[in-house]
């Protein structure tokens, strides 16, 4: 967990792609690294999303996990497809161990103060906080630090550009996971040099 916490320690942003087309995968890989975000979530919520994962892994600089991992399945092709880490909007046991078997470093989803608690008993101290604006927000990361001190977050979920600095503050956030750097019409008309001014503004948010 702690070359988890590293790695989400090196950006201000964890774009969240979902990608629908493989062609597009080096491109914006490109732009995102070109701009500092270098640590990126492909969801698996495409069928072209494993083999994106594939492309993007071979952007020099680009550190390539796969989201919206679920099942044990997920975890095996993740891992197959060179990802370097797996990000799930909860956790259970089972796939806490999976991915542990797999060697596969997970950022599991946790929302409330009990499923920290529960996660924590696992051995996993780096999580994210998903439905982020929905669970509570900047609100609730502060009510958590109290009693959690030692956990750290990447909060996901309904932050925007406006909102990511108030959550960046926080001492128990290391990073946001946001999709607003890769807005779909801009990733649809091929505009890479947007999206690059985009996540220099993005990685310009850390302190």
Known sequence: MFALRELCQQVAVIPVLVV??????????????????????????????????????????????????????DVKAAKA???????SPGATADLV??????????LPG??????VMSLLELGVDTLKFFPAEAAGGVAMLKSLYGPLPKVRFCPTGGITEQTAANYLALPNVMCVGGSWVTPDHLVQAGNWSAIQALAQAAQALKV
């Open 20 to 73: 629908k087309e493989s062609q597009q995968a080096q491109p914006l890989a490109e732009a995102l690294v070109a701009g500092g975000l270098t640590v990126l979530e492909v969801t698996l919520r495409t069928p072209a999303a494993l083999e994106v994962i594939r492309l993007m892994s071979e952007v020099p600089g680009s550190q390539v996990g796969a989201g919206t991992v679920l099942t044990l399945a």
């Open 81 to 87: 497809a060179g990802a370097q880490f797996a990000v």
């Open 97 to 106: 161990k999976a991915a542990a078997d797999e060697g596969l470093p997970l």
């Open 110 to 115: 946790a929302a409330t103060a009990s499923e």
